[in-house]
C-alpha cells in the first residue's frame, strides 16, 4: 500500500473527452464545462449563459451534475478498502490505460435518458463499451463492498433482477450489459421543459453533435469527503490506436441528424 497523505471519501474512473489531445474533444470540454459552470480541476473559469438565459436557472438544472464534473462514468463512484490507497489506484490507472488502446465516441448526440439529458454516442460503439467493461472488471480489486447504508440508497427493490446481480457484483447496476455511455449535461427536468431545454441544449453543443470524440485518458475523479464536487485527479493517456489517427482528424458531421 502506496499511502503518503488523507484518502478521499470516495474515488471514480471516468472518461474525461477534452483532458488529453483531441481537439474536438477540448471544445466539447470547455462547451461543456462552461455551461456547468465549473471546471473539474479546478481551473478558474466565468460560466456563460445562453442568449434569454440567466446563470440561475441554470445553475438550477445542473446541480448534481456540477457537482460530479464533465464526465462519462467507466467505474461509477466507490471506496478504497484499507490495503488500498489512491496512489495504488493511481498507478493501477496508468498501468491498465497503458495497455489499452484509445476508442471513440462516434458521432456525439444529444439524447434525453429518462428525465435527464446526455450527450451520447449516435451509433454503436463496441470498443467503447468494452473499454468500459474492462475498467469495472480490472479494477474491481480497489472497490471496498458496498456498506448496508450505501446499498439501500441504490434503492434495489427498484432495479431489474439483472441489475440487482449487477449491484451486488460491481457495486453499480448500470454496467456490462447494463451500461449506457453517457456525459450528463442536466439533472431532472420537467417534461413541460425538455423540449425547451433540448432546443438550448443542441444550439449550445452544436459544434460538438455528430462529431467522433475521443477517449484518450482515464481519468481518476475523487470526492474528498461526503457531498463534496468531484475533483479531477489525473489522467492517464490510452494508448493511440494507429488506424484511428487519421480517422478521428476528419469531419464526420451527417448534416441535420440529431437524437434527443
Do not use: C
Not at 429518462?114 to 463496441?126: D, E
Amino acid at each position: 500500500m502506496n499511502q503518503s497523505r488523507a484518502e478521499p471519501y470516495r474515488v471514480a474512473v471516468y472518461a474525461a473527452p477534452g483532458s488529453g489531445k483531441d481537439p474536438y474533444g477540448a471544445r466539447l470540454l470547455e462547451s461543456a464545462e462552461a455551461w456547468l459552470g465549473r471546471a473539474a480541476d479546478g481551473r478558474p473559469m466565468r460560466p456563460a449563459t445562453p442568449r434569454g438565459w440567466n446563470r440561475e436557472t441554470i445553475d438550477a438544472l445542473t446541480v448534481d451534475a456540477r457537482r460530479y464534473g464533465f464526465h462519462g462514468t467507466l467505474k461509477a463512484p466507490f471506496r478504497l478498502p484499507q490495503d488500498r490507497s489512491l496512489a495504488d489506484l493511481d498507478e493501477a490507472v496508468a498501468r491498465f490505460a497503458a495497455g489499452h488502446a484509445d476508442v471513440l465516441i462516434p458521432r456525439l448526440a444529444l439524447t434525453r435518458l429518462g428525465s435527464f439529458y446526455a450527450l451520447t454516442p449516435g451509433v454503436a460503439a463496441t470498443p467503447l463499451h468494452q473499454l468500459a467493461d474492462e475498467v469495472v472488471t480490472g479494477l474491481e480489486e480497489f472497490r471496498a463492498p458496498l456498506s448496508p447504508e450505501e446499498l439501500a440508497r441504490r434503492r434495489p427493490e427498484r432495479l431489474s433482477h439483472r441489475q440487482r446481480e449487477l449491484l451486488t457484483a460491481w457495486g453499480y447496476p448500470y454496467v456490462l450489459d447494463e451500461f449506457r455511455f453517457h456525459l450528463t449535461v442536466t439533472d431532472s427536468i420537467p417534461d413541460d421543459r425538455a423540449a425547451e431545454v433540448g432546443s438550448v441544449l443542441r444550439d449550445w453543443f452544436a459544434e460538438s453533435l455528430d462529431r467522433d470524440i475521443a477517449v484518450d485518458v482515464l481519468a481518476v475523479f475523487v470526492e474528498s469527503q461526503p457531498g463534496a464536487p468531484f475533483e479531477l485527479h489525473g489522467t492517464h493517456p490510452l494508448r493511440t490506436h494507429p488506424l484511428e489517427q487519421n480517422s478521428r482528424r476528419t469531419d464526420t458531421r451527417l448534416g441535420a441528424v440529431r437524437a434527443g
